[in-house]
């Protein structure tokens, strides 16, 4: 007989892979819903306390326009129009206005590094303007840091306490007097906002250090270009008081404007002193040179030197331009020399007209020019031997050199003349020179005179620009939109802060759970068997905490509606469907990969289910090394199956004993632990054995050893009609599925089929929705969330 089992249905499901149902997954989650209601409560609750203790916190904005520029200007890029403009260096402004100085100034104006607040529930409020107290610190450095709060007794003393540590010290300090405390001298006054409904109410007053306000405020300070190439800003802040949100952003502008406009006056006024101190000494320098000039010419007796100073130096300058004329003349008459005597040129035309005064000169050249000429031409038809031409070259070379002597003449005469000019001139000039030395002094005095006017009227013209500009001096930036925004906070929203913590609530349960589920390699329900297996499902049994013990071995009950006896039910009706006229099912062996999976439970309980129909059940331990069974239903001392294998003699009768398991079913417990159970259960006496309880019993149910411990279970599997593999959920690992279905597919189990143990409704849900609803018509539907969920899923 071949025992492989074969289905042709394995190979496709080997092919399937293991999907992910967003439903199931969704299952999986609501059934642990208790862990989301506890999370969200959890975190909720922290959130909402968290938003209880934070402080609020406000934001103000406002809209300013710069007028002018305090650095340099810049040209913006060509318009359409090809027209250019000066574009506010609006990058420069907008990092002057956060710079740090600025900020300390404005703190400093507003005294907002003192802070007044109560408290409000868990809540820290900012009272501002609305503190019952100021406080003035007479004696303290900007960067102390320290708090202390006030407490009014009456009108006229307060309550003082500090805390070092864990230990409180208070004291009862007057209202508007100096008073010395651990930080420095200080006066404590009440303002407009103190009356009697503060007496007994603590506020807190803390100094902050200089330096770190001033990072707080920048930090939460934003200034934006609210459009490109335009000089608008936006300037907002936010902060735990409204009112000085505003207060620091009105008064941030306001210490601007005065900080450039004292830039500029500082530049208008240095230069008003400068100017100033230059004109008293222009004024005594040129009451100075005026009073010489009036002694000097009051000494000269009337007398104008400068006339004739100037006929003398106007004479030396017209010889100088007569003998510039002359040179020019010589210098033509010298050229002309050159020319004459250039043997090359002998018979080239002499210039004429060139500017030379004598006229015999010009005449003797047109003279030899014509002859040059008609002598040119009787050569120019080959007549050079003619008497002629002989003739005209003898008259050339006689008008050439008279020319050259004339030249000479000429040359000799003008050089005479630019000597007597120069003669002319040098006497002049003398003349000129030989004026008194009282002169030139005038001269200098008269220059000094004139310069020093120039540089008076002058520092008079900038004194009176320098105070226009002063008077005119404007503010940089000007406010278009006072400091606004909303009454209402925007840290922290309260639903945001709510619906944070339901977000962690939800997610952190779901990713747990899930990671769980992830990491999770057990066996937890039906479909992690059906996925990797195609043993066929007999059917699932759920968690019961009662275990076979004396009195109480079964969870079954015949007139029982739990989900226990339900189940044993299904596992019973699926027995008889796997059962045939050609194979009937009687020899049912129960086995598992290891200890603990459940089959002696399973075993007795299906006994007892069995029972309930009127049939004759028979319990047969074959587990002859342990005998679990036999112990459970103390039955371990007495005859049993080893006596019945080692002893022809033993018959069946005295091995049967009564079992308190349902109605009626008879046991066989093993007798004592045999030394060689295997060859005890190889010899025919064990097929005698099932042949007799064949004859008296219906159903006989074997509990057999775990299949891979030892070599029993395959030792008896030749008995076996229906061999229930029991797996444990929550117990074995899925790893091991690949090993039963080995088991399987190679028929080393008769008829072999898979009990699910001990699934827990909890783990079991992710994916298996194969229950057989059990207690239907019976029980009463849970009422609650979880029956709600319980009756959505089972649709």
Same mark, same amino acid.
């Given at each position: 007989?071949?025992?492989?089992?074969?289905?042709?249905?394995?190979?496709?499901?080997?092919?399937?892979?293991?999907?992910?149902?967003?439903?199931?997954?969704?299952?999986?989650?609501?059934?642990?819903?208790?862990?989301?209601?506890?999370?969200?409560?959890?975190?909720?609750?922290?959130?909402?306390?968290?938003?209880?203790?934070?402080?609020?916190?406000?934001?103000?904005?406002?809209?300013?326009?710069?007028?002018?520029?305090?650095?340099?200007?810049?040209?913006?890029?060509?318009?359409? &129009?090809?027209?250019?403009?000066?574009?506010?260096?609006?990058?420069?402004?907008?990092?002057?206005?956060?710079?740090?100085?600025?900020?300390?100034?404005?703190?400093?104006?507003?005294?907002?590094?003192?802070?007044?607040?109560?408290?409000?529930?868990?809540?820290?409020?900012?009272?501002?303007?609305?503190?019952?107290?100021?406080?003035?610190?007479?004696?303290?450095?900007?960067?102390?840091?320290?708090?202390?709060?006030?407490?009014?007794?009456?009108?006229?003393?307060?309550?003082?306490?500090?805390?070092?540590?864990?230990?409180?010290?208070?004291?009862?300090?007057?209202?508007?007097?100096?008073?010395?405390?651990?930080?420095?001298?200080?006066?404590?006054?009440?303002?407009?906002?103190?009356?009697?409904?503060?007496?007994?109410?603590?506020?807190?007053?803390?100094?902050?250090?200089?330096?770190?306000?001033?990072?707080?405020?920048?930090?939460?300070?934003?200034?934006?270009?609210?459009?490109?190439?335009?000089?608008?800003?936006?300037?907002?802040?936010?902060?735990?008081?409204?009112?000085?949100?505003?207060?620091? &952003?009105?008064?941030?502008?306001?210490?601007?404007?005065?900080?450039?406009?004292?830039?500029?006056?500082?530049?208008?006024?240095?230069?008003?002193?400068?100017?100033?101190?230059?004109?008293?000494?222009?004024?005594?320098?040129?009451?100075?040179?005026?009073?010489?000039?009036?002694?000097?010419?009051?000494?000269?007796?009337?007398?104008?030197?400068?006339?004739?100073?100037?006929?003398?130096?106007?004479?030396?300058?017209?010889?100088?331009?007569?003998?510039?004329?002359?040179?020019?003349?010589?210098? &033509?008459?010298?050229?002309?020399?050159?020319?004459?005597?250039?043997?090359?040129?002998?018979?080239?035309?002499?210039?004429?007209?060139?500017?030379?005064?004598?006229?015999?000169?010009?005449?003797?050249?047109?003279?030899?020019?014509?002859?040059?000429?008609?002598?040119?031409?009787?050569?120019?038809?080959?007549?050079?031997?003619?008497?002629?031409?002989?003739?005209?070259?003898?008259?050339?070379?006689?008008?050439?050199?008279?020319?050259?002597?004339?030249?000479?003449?000429?040359?000799?005469?003008?050089?005479?003349?630019?000597?007597?000019?120069?003669?002319?001139?040098?006497?002049?000039?003398?003349?000129?020179?030989?004026?008194?030395?009282?002169?030139?002094?005038?001269?200098?005095?008269?220059?000094?005179?004139?310069?020093?006017?120039?540089?008076?009227?002058?520092?008079?013209?900038?004194?009176?620009?320098?105070?226009?500009?002063?008077?005119? %001096?404007?503010?940089?930036?000007?406010?278009?939109?006072?400091?606004?925004?909303?009454?209402?906070?925007?840290?922290?929203?309260?639903?945001?802060?709510?619906? %944070?913590?339901?977000?962690?609530?939800?997610?952190?349960?779901?990713?747990?759970?899930?990671?769980?589920?992830?990491?999770?390699?057990?066996?937890?329900?039906?479909?992690?068997?059906?996925?990797?297996?195609?043993?066929?499902?007999?059917?699932?049994?759920?968690?019961?905490?009662?275990?076979?013990?004396?009195?109480?071995?079964?969870?079954?009950?015949?007139?029982?509606?739990?989900?226990?006896?339900?189940?044993?039910?299904?596992?019973?009706?699926?027995?008889?469907?796997?059962?045939?006229?050609?194979?009937?099912?009687?020899?049912?062996?129960?086995?598992?990969?290891?200890?603990?999976?459940?089959?002696?439970?399973?075993?007795?309980?299906?006994?007892?289910?069995?029972?309930?129909?009127?049939?004759?059940?028979?319990?047969?331990?074959?587990? &002859?090394?342990?005998?679990?069974?036999?112990?459970?239903?103390?039955?371990?001392?007495?005859?049993?199956?080893?006596?019945?294998?080692?002893?022809?003699?033993?018959?069946?009768?005295?091995?049967?004993?009564?079992?308190?398991?349902?109605?009626?079913?008879?046991?066989?417990?093993?007798?004592?632990?045999?030394?060689?159970?295997?060859?005890?259960?190889?010899?025919?006496?064990?097929?005698?054995?099932?042949?007799?309880?064949?004859?008296?019993?219906?159903?006989?149910?074997?509990?057999?050893?775990?299949?891979?411990?030892?070599?029993?279970?395959?030792?008896?599997?030749?008995?076996?009609?229906?061999?229930?593999?029991?797996?444990?959920?929550?117990?074995?690992?899925?790893?091991?599925?690949?090993?039963?279905?080995?088991?399987?597919?190679?028929?080393?189990?008769?008829?072999?089929?898979?009990?699910?143990?001990?699934?827990?409704?909890?783990?079991?849900?992710?994916?298996?929705?194969?229950?057989?609803?059990?207690?239907?018509?019976?029980?009463?539907?849970?009422?609650?969330?979880?029956?709600?969920?319980?009756?959505?899923?089972?649709?």
């Amino acid at each position: 007989m071949d025992n492989t089992n074969y289905n042709p249905y394995i190979e496709s499901r080997e092919k399937e892979g293991k999907s992910l149902n967003l439903i199931d997954l969704i299952k999986y989650l609501l059934l642990h819903w208790y862990w989301f209601v506890l999370s969200v409560l959890l975190f909720g609750g922290y959130y909402y306390y968290q938003y209880s203790k934070t402080q609020f916190l406000y934001s103000r904005s406002q809209t300013v326009m710069i007028k002018s520029t305090t650095n340099t200007l810049s040209v913006s890029r060509a318009t359409r &129009l090809n027209s250019y403009y000066n574009t506010v260096n609006v990058a420069g402004e907008i990092l002057q206005l956060r710079s740090k100085e600025l900020m300390r100034n404005t703190i400093s104006s507003l005294r907002s590094d003192v802070s007044y607040s109560v408290q409000h529930g868990l809540r820290t409020v900012e009272l501002y303007r609305n503190s019952p107290f100021e406080v003035k610190f007479l004696n303290i450095k900007p960067e102390s840091n320290f708090s202390f709060t006030l407490t009014a007794i009456d009108s006229t003393k307060v309550r003082f306490a500090t805390v070092d540590g864990d230990v409180e010290n208070y004291t009862t300090i007057p209202i508007g007097k100096e008073i010395k405390t651990p930080f420095g001298n200080m006066v404590v006054d009440t303002t407009a906002k103190f009356t009697s409904s503060y007496y007994g109410e603590q506020v807190t007053v803390s100094k902050n250090a200089m330096e770190s306000m001033v990072g707080y405020f920048l930090s939460r300070m934003r200034i934006e270009q609210m459009e490109d190439d335009a000089s608008l800003l936006q300037m907002s802040l936010e902060d735990v008081s409204a009112e000085r949100a505003a207060d620091m &952003l009105s008064t941030l502008v306001t210490v601007y404007n005065k900080e450039t406009v004292e830039d500029k006056n500082r530049v208008a006024k240095n230069s008003a002193e400068f100017i100033k101190e230059r004109i008293a000494i222009i004024e005594t320098e040129l009451g100075g040179v005026e009073t010489d000039l009036e002694q000097m010419k009051a000494r000269n007796e009337g007398m104008d030197v400068n006339t004739a100073t100037g006929v003398f130096w106007g004479e030396s300058r017209e010889y100088q331009s007569t003998t510039r004329g002359i040179e020019t003349q010589l210098r &033509l008459v010298e050229l002309m020399r050159q020319r004459i005597d250039n043997t090359e040129s002998r018979n080239d035309l002499i210039p004429s007209n060139t500017g030379l005064v004598e006229d015999n000169i010009e005449a003797q050249i047109t003279e030899y020019n014509e002859v040059l000429l008609k002598r040119n031409r009787l050569v120019g038809g080959d007549n050079s031997a003619n008497p002629i031409v002989k003739d005209m070259d003898a008259a050339l070379r006689a008008i050439r050199d008279n020319i050259s002597r004339s030249v000479d003449n000429a040359a000799m005469g003008l050089r005479i003349r630019i000597r007597n000019l120069q003669q002319e001139e040098a006497a002049s000039r003398a003349k000129a020179q030989s004026l008194p030395a009282k002169q030139r002094m005038m001269l200098s005095i008269e220059r000094q005179q004139k310069v020093k006017e120039e540089l008076y009227i002058l520092l008079l013209n900038r004194r009176e620009e320098n105070a226009l500009n002063q008077a005119m %001096t404007d503010d940089n930036l000007r406010v278009v939109d006072p400091p606004s925004g909303s009454e209402a906070p925007i840290y922290p929203s309260k639903a945001r802060k709510v619906m %944070t913590g339901v977000g962690f609530g939800v997610v952190l349960p779901t990713v747990v759970l899930l990671l769980l589920l992830l990491l999770d390699t057990k066996v937890n329900g039906r479909k992690d068997i059906e996925e990797a297996v195609s043993v066929p499902f007999l059917g699932e049994i759920p968690f019961s905490k009662q275990t076979i013990r004396a009195n109480d071995d079964v969870v079954v009950n015949e007139q029982g509606r739990d989900p226990a006896t339900e189940a044993f039910r299904i596992l019973r009706t699926n027995i008889g469907f796997m059962s045939s006229a050609e194979r009937e099912i009687r020899v049912i062996t129960f086995t598992s990969f290891n200890v603990g999976a459940g089959k002696t439970f399973t075993a007795v309980n299906l006994a007892a289910s069995l029972t309930f129909l009127l049939q004759n059940v028979v319990l047969l331990d074959l587990d &002859l090394r342990k005998g679990t069974l036999s112990d459970h239903l103390k039955l371990g001392s007495v005859k049993g199956v080893t006596h019945f294998l080692a002893d022809p003699a033993v018959s069946l009768d005295h091995i049967t004993y009564k079992a308190n398991v349902g109605n009626g079913v008879d046991v066989i417990p093993i007798g004592v632990i045999a030394p060689n159970p295997v060859e005890l259960l190889l010899s025919k006496r064990l097929d005698v054995l099932i042949a007799q309880l064949k004859e008296r019993y219906r159903y006989i149910v074997v509990d057999n050893v775990p299949i891979d411990l030892v070599a029993d279970a395959a030792v008896v599997n030749r008995i076996s009609e229906l061999t229930v593999f029991v797996v444990r959920a929550g117990a074995m690992d899925r790893r091991l599925l690949p090993e039963i279905e080995k088991i399987y597919r190679k028929g080393k189990l008769n008829n072999m089929a898979i009990l699910l143990n001990g699934i827990r409704k909890l783990k079991s849900s992710y994916g298996y929705g194969y229950g057989y609803g059990y207690g239907y018509g019976y029980q009463k539907e849970k009422a609650g969330l979880r029956g709600f969920f319980n009756r959505l899923f089972r649709r």
